[in-house]
């Protein structure tokens, strides 16, 4: 089972805003990062080290972090970001990695 | 641009031995650990362990440990995943991907298309 616990489904209104949350242990210690998955494609990193986006994901999507809980923010949903989103980070015992049980978000 | 480019889709009986690939370009294979993720239909991603190509040390995540082997050739910038008898539970689909970060953080900047395993008798 997970370590990492985040909430199965939100839906957004196009163009408003969503957060979308990862809770566990081991976010006290290691940074979270994010993938989006849409259906029958791989996982794209969308954030990493809490906060940085790689190149090409818009600046819509950021990132935050406070004690054991990491944050994932659509600032302006479009309906291309509905998907899947996991986060990802070590595991409690820090020696392996562990993905989050994912959120399903939907663009209304 | 960094590619990983999985072997095809594999069609297997319980009790059969498998192994599926994975090829990189466009850096340095060596600089960078290679790691396998399961995703089971309808499921999330699991990690399942990771290899360092330069010196071919390779962990298991423990729920993964003695299931299957990790490995790579690196004349052929290649990793693979191996399983010596599939389980009809083994039906996934496996994705490898690149590790990058340093310090407390790292994280998977590189994925394979996935490699999709059915076992059925």
């Known amino acids: 089972s997970s370590e990492l616990t985040q909430d199965p489904a939100v839906s957004v209104p196009l163009e408003q805003t969503v957060t979308i949350t990862c809770q566990g242990d081991?976010?006290?210690?290691?940074?979270a990062n994010w993938y989006q998955q849409k259906p029958g494609q791989a996982p794209v990193l969308v954030l990493y080290?809490?906060?940085k986006r790689p190149s090409g994901i818009p600046g819509r999507f950021s990132g935050s972090s406070s004690g054991n809980t990491a944050s994932l923010t659509i600032t302006g949903a479009q309906a291309e970001d509905e998907a899947d989103y996991y986060c990802?980070?070590?595991?409690?015992?820090?020696?392996?990695?562990?993905f989050g049980t994912g959120t399903e978000v939907t663009v209304l | 641009e960094v590619q990983l480019v999985q072997s095809g889709a594999e069609l297997k009986k319980p009790g059969e031995s498998l192994r599926i690939s994975c090829t990189a370009s466009?850096?340095?294979?060596?600089?960078?650990?290679i790691a396998w993720v399961r995703q089971m239909s309808g499921k999330g991603p699991e990690y399942m362990g990771i290899?360092?190509?330069?010196?071919?040390?390779?962990r298991y995540s423990p729920s993964f440990q003695g299931q299957v082997t990790i490995s790579v050739d690196k004349s052929t910038s290649t990793a693979y995943l191996q399983w010596s008898s599939l389980k009809a539970s083994d039906s996934a689909v496996y994705y490898c991907?690149?590790?990058?970060?340093?310090?407390?953080?790292?994280?998977?900047?590189?994925w394979g298309q996935g490699t999709p395993v059915t076992v059925s008798s």
């Open positions: 080290d809490k906060d």
């Open positions: 290899v360092y190509p330069s010196d071919t040390y390779a």
């Open positions: 990802q980070s070590r595991d409690n015992s820090g020696g392996h990695y562990v």
């Open positions: 991907v690149r590790r990058t970060g340093s310090g407390w953080n790292f994280y998977f900047d590189s």
């Open positions: 466009g850096y340095n294979f060596d600089s960078h650990w």
């Open positions: 081991s976010l006290s210690t290691y940074s």
